[in-house]
């Protein structure tokens, strides 16, 4: 959260916010949050106008107010998490506790803290860290250095990933399983995405692949790659990476569509819902001051004001797409109950008892907590609202019933008065504060002084029955001069933005809240729509239509920029081939229909140069989207399992297709052929020479073995000397083993250079482990 994520989720999140606000907004005097003159690299962190709100809105009590200042102006500590499937979790974690704790114990007590590193106590198996240094003092400080290498080489090989503490918290309140199917509907950079994913595979059963997916959304491509990046270390076949917006993320719903599937050739789904949903919407972001304290200087009310509407809109997209008895976690990096309590208020009024906020106050006991806030007030250039009531008609452009407690519309209002009127009016008779009658208490708040952290909020959902009938009748037009327009390379693309289009009417016994957009030539424009829903829906609607006026045209409109179209690999000699080579046997590892390429990724002479691995469930989601005109916008699907390899002495048999570094994890269990059994003798010198010939192996035997192999790809197993030869071996998830390439005359490794850096490090570790129990052992036994 805050890595440039505060305006995501919806296309030019920043440009609305400074471009729609300039007149309704205070800004913030230069004097009071600027740099220091003396020092251009300090920002002072300091802002009149965000300590008079937040002291307005009573998020703390008075007596805490001088700590929370305190913490909010310290750099924020470092955090980072061991990831839990990696094969070196356990040593990572030791290290950590018997390494790392102590010898930084000495540079903690000189800069006046009572511990270097601890584990986080309340995140599962201590998997998740704190460092109470921040993370320029990791970069900068000489002592450090030793740390912050491992810190990086992990990172870089995925065993660790390094995010923010608070950060962690959403998905452990969403009770994911392993046979779920998950949206996270705002998901770049990753981290979250990363957590989901390594919460299906820890919980699904050894050896097999779990039934559910993450399907990973954010509307800025761009960032997305970012996120393949981050979850790429996962090694899943259990992903789906889209690129819609997420408030009209499409269900693809083949009852609504023209290209129904026949009744012949039926689709395991016909539409696309989710147990679980992630929606860690766009936010002003203050609760990251912490660590981008740049925001000190720009901040305003007018941020959270304007971000509302569309994480109202967000919230109620995510709840349509979720599954009944299925679970939600809203949340946001924001302190401002504007876009905290007023949100989670407005989608429980709007959907009345069809969802209903969780109480979680027993889970993660030693997470510190505390309850949403029941009464607040709205900020806006006009001043500071009571009640809805209080609002001067000429700002409520700006402000929203539903940002105040009650949510309840001016009825009783003034009439016919002015503004001015209405002003006079109000300082008068000063309305009394709006107190909220839902359970908003059931909501967390976390705040930067209770546990060193950045400021974050949750609310945990249920839907308990299908939402009530308030969607809105879109009327279905488009502008066809404006399509017409559209240059012909845009035209020409593999897909156009106006696919995004979903179904109009909902089938009786189904839902969904449909906000069409159609193009033109100012990029999204919202639906016209014949409203049958109350008030407050209706203003909503209005002001997502301000809010989508003002967008620029976000980068993957026009011509999509996207790795679409995903095709399935239906060349059976292409796959009879691999099947064969590898030994790998269909029923247990069921290649046809589980194979894609894309269109990049084929040849002009009809050559297949990568090809991915899609789990049954993103196959069947694949297929789905095919059925209904792809309105899914795919950037990445599935893992890459093979890759083609130009090899000049490849032989008629031999297959031309290598496995993956990524694909081998998931793929080696269910090999038979091409696998060469070696001790760590000869598995770290091959490491560090890349490239040995078969008579200069330690172990005569193995160099034998491989001599034996075709010609082509091949797995190098780490096994234990009393295992060499044996035929009962069998790989597990703790199993150590490399791509190689078998050669006339040697065996290359087929790692990168880091990978091999990080592996010779892990293994020498694990000979002084061993080394170091067999002397106490001896010793013991002599004693």
Not at 524 to 537: A, Q, R
Not at 556 to 577: A, C, E, H, S
Not at 656 to 670: A, D, K, M, N, Q
Not at 707 to 716: K, P
Request: aromatic fraction near 8%; charge should be negative; glycine fraction near 6%.
């Amino acid at each position: 959260m805050g890595r440039g994520r505060r305006h995501r989720g919806s296309t030019s999140k920043r440009n609305q916010i400074e471009n729609s606000n300039d007149d309704n907004v205070q800004k913030p005097l230069k004097s009071e949050a600027s740099f220091d003159s003396n020092n251009l690299q300090k920002p002072i962190c300091s802002n009149l106008h965000f300590e008079e709100y937040y002291k307005e809105q009573r998020i703390v009590k008075a007596q805490e107010w001088d700590s929370f200042m305190e913490f909010l102006r310290k750099p924020l500590p470092a955090a980072f998490r061991v990831y839990s499937n990696g094969q070196f979790c356990d040593e990572i974690r030791l290290k950590l506790e018997n390494d790392f704790m102590i010898s930084l114990q000495a540079e903690a007590i000189e800069s006046g803290e009572l511990e270097a590193i601890k584990p986080l106590p309340w995140y599962p198996k201590n998997l998740a860290w704190h460092s109470n240094f921040s993370r320029k003092e990791i970069r900068k400080n000489q002592t450090l250095e030793r740390f912050h290498e491992f810190l990086k080489l992990e990172t870089e090989v995925g065993n660790m990933t390094r995010q923010e503490s608070v950060s962690m918290v959403p998905p452990l309140f969403l009770d994911v399983h392993p046979d779920h199917f998950v949206l996270d509907m705002c998901a770049a950079p990753g981290s979250k995405t990363f957590q989901l994913l390594e919460i299906i595979h820890e919980s699904s059963e050894p050896g097999s692949l779990p039934n559910g997916m993450v399907v990973a959304n954010d509307v800025d491509y761009k960032r997305s790659n970012l996120l393949i990046h981050q979850t790429k270390r996962t090694c899943t076949t259990n992903l789906m990476v889209t690129n819609n917006e997420g408030q009209h993320f499409p269900s693809c719903n083949t009852k609504r569509t023209l290209s129904v599937a026949s009744e012949t050739n039926p689709h395991p789904i016909d539409q696309l819902l989710f147990d679980r949903v992630l929606c860690d919407v766009p936010c002003s972001g203050d609760g990251t001051l912490r660590k981008a304290p740049d925001i000190w200087r720009r901040w305003n009310s007018g941020s959270g004001n304007g971000l509302h509407s569309l994480q109202v809109v967000l919230a109620m997209r995510g709840l349509s797409l979720l599954k009944v008895g299925g679970r939600m976690v809203y949340s946001t990096c924001s302190m401002n109950p504007i876009e905290d309590e007023a949100v989670v208020a407005e989608i429980l009024r709007t959907c009345g008892c069809s969802v209903e906020l969780v109480d979680v106050s027993d889970k993660l006991p030693e997470l510190i907590r505390r309850p949403g806030l029941t009464k607040w007030k709205v900020h806006d250039r006009g001043g500071w609202y009571r009640s809805y009531k209080d609002v001067p008609k000429s700002q409520r452009d700006g402000v929203l019933r539903s940002m105040f407690p009650s949510g309840k519309s001016d009825k009783d209002s003034s009439g016919g008065k002015n503004s001015y009127e209405e002003m006079a009016s109000i300082s008068s008779d000063e309305s009394a504060e709006e107190v909220c009658d839902l359970p908003l208490e059931l909501c967390m708040r976390i705040l930067p002084h209770d546990q060193n952290t950045g400021g974050f909020f949750i609310a945990v959902l249920h839907k308990v029955s299908p939402l009530p009938d308030f969607q809105e009748k879109v009327t279905q037009k488009r502008n066809l001069s404006t399509r017409n327009n559209i240059n012909s390379s845009e035209k020409s693309s593999s897909y156009e933005a106006v696919s995004d289009t979903v179904v109009t009417k909902p089938e009786e016994g189904t839902e969904e809240i449909v906000l069409e957009a159609t193009v033109s030539e100012n990029g999204f424009e919202p639906p016209e729509m014949e409203s049958t829903c109350d008030e407050g829906i209706v203003e909503l609607a209005q002001k997502l239509d301000d809010i989508e006026g003002k967008r620029e045209v976000p980068s993957m409109q026009g011509k999509w920029k996207g790795l679409y179209p995903v095709v399935f690999l239906r060349d059976q000699t292409v796959i009879n081939g691999i099947k064969t080579f590898y030994g790998i046997k269909d029923e247990s590892f069921p290649l046809y229909g589980h194979l894609v390429t894309r269109n990049s990724d084929i040849s002009s002479h009809g050559n297949v140069k990568r090809i991915y691995y899609v789990s049954k469930a993103v196959k069947n989601v694949l297929e789905l989207n095919f059925a209904v005109g792809k309105p899914l916008k795919i950037s990445s699907v599935g893992l890459k399992m093979f890759e083609k390899q130009s090899a000049k002495e490849c032989e008629a048999n031999c297959c031309s297709f290598r496995i993956t570094s990524e694909g081998l994890p998931v793929i080696l269990p269910y090999m038979t052929k091409q696998i060469l059994y070696a001790t760590m003798a000869d598995f770290k010198n091959l490491l560090q020479q890349k490239s040995i010939k078969f008579l200069d192996f330690i172990h005569p035997q193995i160099g034998e073995k491989a001599a034996e192999l075709a010609l082509g790809s091949c797995v190098m197993v780490l096994v234990d000397d009393s295992q060499l030869g044996s035929e009962q071996f069998k790989v597990n998830s703790s199993t150590i083993a490399i791509g190689c390439w078998k050669g006339k005359a040697s065996l290359t490794v087929m790692v990168t250079t880091v990978d091999c850096h990080q592996l010779i490090q892990r293994l020498s570790d694990r000979s002084k482990e061993k080394e170091k129990a067999e002397n106490c052992f001896k010793t013991a036994e002599t004693a």
